[in-house]
């Protein structure tokens, strides 16, 4: 069986978008008008979505699976 795509929120996909063109958290954040400690937040949460535990396994997950153009 296929495991199902993870569901990640519009601003997940915002934060991931930033994140695969190598911005770090305080650039993401001053991007996105929200604080750094948001941005962690979120970056938690994908992290956990996609079952990785760092930024470059993120960004890898996500372009596999086809959530980042």
Do not use: C, W
């Not at 937040?41 to 997950?61: E, F, N, P, Q």
């Amino acid at each position: 069986m296929r495991k199902p795509l993870p569901t990640l929120t519009d601003r997940e996909l915002d934060i991931l978008g930033q994140l695969s063109q190598g911005l770090g958290n305080r650039d993401i954040a001053r991007a996105l008008f929200i604080s750094e400690a948001t941005v962690k937040t979120h970056l938690g949460r994908i992290y956990d979505k996609l079952g990785v535990d760092t930024r470059a396994g993120a960004v890898s997950v996500a372009k596999e699976q086809r959530l980042l153009p």
